[in-house]
């Protein structure tokens, strides 16, 4: 069998194959390689664009009725350069390939993966809406996650889904399901490794992950928020009835609003569920009771982008996630670890080539479209320390696709 040598090329390919597996949450995202770059090499803050799918109204009858077309794109901003420097002498560089392997590139690789999936699900989990269970309780039962396939079924998620659960989830889950009526396989999976099987609960894939983030919630005393003002549409949403300066509610809190339905986005009915609404910034009451909440999804009542049944009626009751009830209720800061059952049409984790070095340092760089990514990896020799200064780098921006494709399962 020939030699393998230690070369840039082949350090490279080694720690990009390492770094896809090392994956977690990243790995079932879509992936996005812009091969634009390849000359040029990106920065820090370039922008690129992803394309979102198209959306119709069936209509009916025999006459033709024509529909604007949405050419919807999703801006993706290359914002986060991840590197793993080290130096090592030119004696250490005389030892054999496994010695470089397992010294360098496997840690590499799995330290930049692990810094991957958590740059990705920090970006991507408070843009989600829909969400099951309840702050500061991890989730027990099996129809917690039920009930997230069931909030993906409404919003016409297809595609294989994934659950990415946080390590106290995982394992409250797995308990649950050993008193389950299981294959003999998928118990001894759930005895041997504390983790659910594959297709089990209408989830296709399950995985624990220490990459996944938790949330704060947003405080208020007692108050009876309602909705202040009919006929509202658009990203935000004016609501009174707060406890006057004693309410801030943070990015990622839910609410439902009483007769605001969603909408299933294939055929435009109502699901006869309330919307689920997440606030995307933090806000406090303005002026006495009231406060403007920025949210998502926006409230359109009709048309190819119709997001719920009709727009909330003044005065319709406000429910929001955790408070102790919807009239006179009060809402305690908790802390959530966030869960997360998804579809790669969640979001994309693009990836672009970054420039080359110059300065009589040395380096490779290996880009693979199918995973989505590319890693350079520069040496440069300091005569004076007999050292070489290495490091290995992605540039790297997550963003969501279609926030419908994902449920956040409170714990």
């Given at each position: 069998?020939?030699?393998?040598?230690v070369?840039?090329?082949?350090?490279?390919?080694?720690?990009?194959?390492?770094?896809?597996?090392?994956?977690?949450?990243?790995?079932?995202?879509?992936?996005?390689?812009?091969?634009?770059?390849?000359?040029?090499g990106?920065?820090?803050?370039?922008t690129?664009?992803?394309?979102?799918?198209?959306r119709?109204?069936?209509?009916?009858?025999?006459?033709?009725?024509?529909?604007?077309?949405?050419?919807?794109?999703?801006?993706?901003?290359?914002?986060?350069?991840?590197?793993?420097?080290?130096?090592?002498?030119?004696?250490?560089?005389?030892?054999?390939?496994?010695?470089v392997?397992?010294?360098?590139?496997?840690?590499?690789?799995?330290?930049?993966?692990?810094?991957?999936?958590?740059?990705?699900?920090?970006?991507?989990?408070p843009?989600?809406?829909?969400?099951v269970?309840?702050?500061g309780?991890?989730?027990?039962?099996?129809?917690?996650?039920l009930?997230?396939?069931?909030?993906?079924?409404?919003?016409?998620v297809?595609?294989?889904?994934?659950?990415?659960?946080?390590?106290?989830?995982a394992?409250?889950?797995?308990?649950?399901?050993?008193?389950?009526?299981?294959?003999?396989?998928?118990?001894?999976?759930?005895?041997?490794?504390?983790l659910?099987?594959?297709?089990?609960l209408?989830?296709?894939?399950?995985?624990?992950?220490?990459?996944?983030?938790?949330?704060?919630?947003?405080?208020?005393?007692?108050s009876?928020?309602?909705?202040?003002?009919?006929?509202?549409?658009?990203?935000?949403?004016?609501?009174?009835?707060?406890?006057?300066?004693?309410?801030?509610?943070?990015?990622g809190?839910?609410?439902?609003?009483a007769?605001?339905?969603s909408?299933?986005?294939?055929?435009?009915?109502?699901?006869?569920?309330?919307?689920?609404?997440?606030?995307?910034?933090?806000?406090?009451?303005?002026?006495?009771?009231?406060?403007?909440?920025?949210?998502?999804?926006?409230?359109?009542?009709?048309?190819?982008?119709?997001?719920?049944?009709?727009?909330?009626?003044?005065g319709?009751?406000?429910?929001?996630?955790?408070?102790?009830?919807?009239?006179?209720?009060?809402?305690a800061?908790?802390?959530?670890?966030?869960?997360?059952?998804?579809?790669?049409?969640?979001?994309?984790?693009?990836s672009?080539?970054?420039?080359?070095?110059?300065?009589?340092?040395?380096?490779?760089?290996?880009?693979?479209?199918?995973?989505?990514?590319?890693?350079r990896?520069?040496?440069q020799?300091?005569?004076?320390?007999?050292?070489?200064?290495?490091?290995?780098?992605?540039?790297?921006?997550?963003a969501?696709?279609?926030?419908?494709?994902?449920?956040?399962?409170e714990?």
């Open positions: 069998m020939a030699n393998t040598l070369t840039s090329t082949w350090v490279t390919k080694e720690t990009a194959a390492g770094y896809v597996n090392n994956l977690v949450f990243a790995a079932n995202l879509t992936k996005q390689y812009n091969d634009s770059f390849q000359v040029s990106a920065h820090m803050g370039d690129i664009n992803v394309r979102l799918p198209q119709f109204v069936a209509t009916h009858g025999q006459a033709l009725q024509l529909q604007n077309i949405f050419d919807q794109t999703t801006p993706i901003t290359l914002n986060d350069q991840i590197n793993v420097g080290f130096a090592f002498s030119s004696a250490q560089q005389s030892t054999s390939v496994d010695d392997r397992s010294r360098y590139v496997k840690p590499a690789a799995m330290t930049l993966a692990n810094a991957a999936d958590v740059s990705a699900y920090a970006t991507l989990f843009n989600v809406y829909s969400s269970g309840t702050p309780t991890t989730p027990s039962s099996t129809l917690t996650y009930q997230a396939g069931g909030k993906l079924d409404d919003l016409a297809n595609g294989k889904r994934y659950a990415t659960l946080d390590v106290a989830a394992f409250t889950i797995a308990n649950s399901a050993t008193t389950l009526f299981n294959p003999t396989g998928e118990i001894t999976k759930i005895f041997k490794e504390g659910m099987g594959s297709n089990q209408n989830i296709n894939e399950w995985r624990k992950s220490q990459s996944t983030q938790t949330r704060t919630t947003g405080t208020f005393t007692a009876t928020p309602l909705v202040n003002g009919a006929t509202q549409t658009g990203s935000t949403i004016n609501i009174n009835g707060w406890a006057s300066g004693a309410t801030t509610l943070k990015r809190d839910k609410f439902v609003v007769g605001v339905f909408v299933n986005p294939v055929n435009y009915t109502s699901t006869g569920r309330l919307q689920q609404f997440v606030i995307t910034a933090d806000t406090a009451d303005a002026v006495g009771v009231t406060a403007t909440l920025p949210i998502s999804p926006s409230i359109i009542t009709s048309g190819q982008l119709q997001t719920v049944s009709n727009s909330p009626a003044s319709a009751v406000v429910t929001v996630l955790g408070a102790t009830s919807a009239a006179g209720g009060t809402l800061t908790t802390v959530s670890p966030q869960s997360l059952v998804y579809t790669k049409d969640f979001g994309v984790l693009a672009a080539d970054l420039v080359m070095p110059e300065g009589g340092a040395n380096g490779s760089r290996i880009a693979d479209p199918e995973w989505g990514i590319s890693i990896w520069v040496r020799y300091q005569i004076g320390t007999d050292q070489n200064d290495s490091r290995f780098d992605i540039l790297i921006g997550p969501v696709l279609q926030a419908r494709c994902a449920v956040v399962v714990g």
